[in-house]
């Protein structure tokens, strides 16, 4: 990643149309969630309000993408039986909805699970990403811990580099079950 590589705000900033993202690994462990998943462990309960201060900030970015007209989607790759972090992106029904995941729905993206054992046959990039406008890969980098590996992200524009990853997230995407229906 270099000095004057656009960051994801900036690339999400420059969508027109579209924005998605491809989730690969079965756990992270980002610092900024470790307090919110241990507290899930013990009691079950984890925050799942669009406007508290956790999540304020990916809300607002994401329902005024959307308002923008870019549509905004997740598609997750998932091992089953699913392990305690992804049975906390999913965990707390509301309305049908997920915790976790309910907040993403509620700011406008749209969401899809697709167990690995149906994935076998798609090519997948070696790490999550975003792709915006089909045009931009944005890859993240983590540790084998799931935190944030240095540099922790980068942007490559080659087209057979987001050809693959586009190609891969619709083909996942064509897959994989609406939230509404997956359970873990």
């Known amino acids: 990643m270099s000095q004057n590589e ?3 705000d900036e690339l999400l900033a420059a969508a027109k149309h579209s924005a998605v993202h491809l989730e690969l690994r079965d ?3 980002v610092g900024d969630e470790a307090e919110d ?3 899930w462990k013990r009691t079950g309960m ?3 309000d669009p406007a508290s201060t956790y999540w304020t900030p990916w809300a607002d970015l994401i329902r005024s993408t959307v308002a923008r007209g870019v549509t905004v989607r997740r598609a997750r790759v998932v091992s089953e039986p699913v392990t305690d972090y992804i049975r906390y992106e999913h965990a707390g ?3 049908n909805l997920h915790a976790g995941t309910v907040v993403n729905l509620h700011a406008g993206e ?3 699970w ?3 054992r149906q994935a076998s046959d798609i090519a997948l990039p070696g790490n999550d990403c975003w792709v915006f406008d089909g045009g931009i890969a944005l890859f993240n980098h983590f540790s084998g811990n799931g935190n944030w590996s240095e540099p922790g992200w980068e942007v490559r524009s080659e087209p057979a580099v987001t050809r693959l990853a586009s190609a891969a997230f ?3 995407w064509e897959r994989g079950i609406p939230h509404e229906k997956y359970t873990v």
């Open 110 to 112: 749209q969401v899809r």
């Open 27 to 29: 756990s992270y462990g």
């Open 170 to 172: 619709e083909a996942v």
């Open 114 to 116: 697709l167990p690995r």
């Open 46 to 48: 984890r925050d799942i």
């Open 93 to 95: 029904t509301v309305v």
């Open 37 to 39: 998943f241990e507290t």
């Open 6 to 8: 656009p960051g994801f």
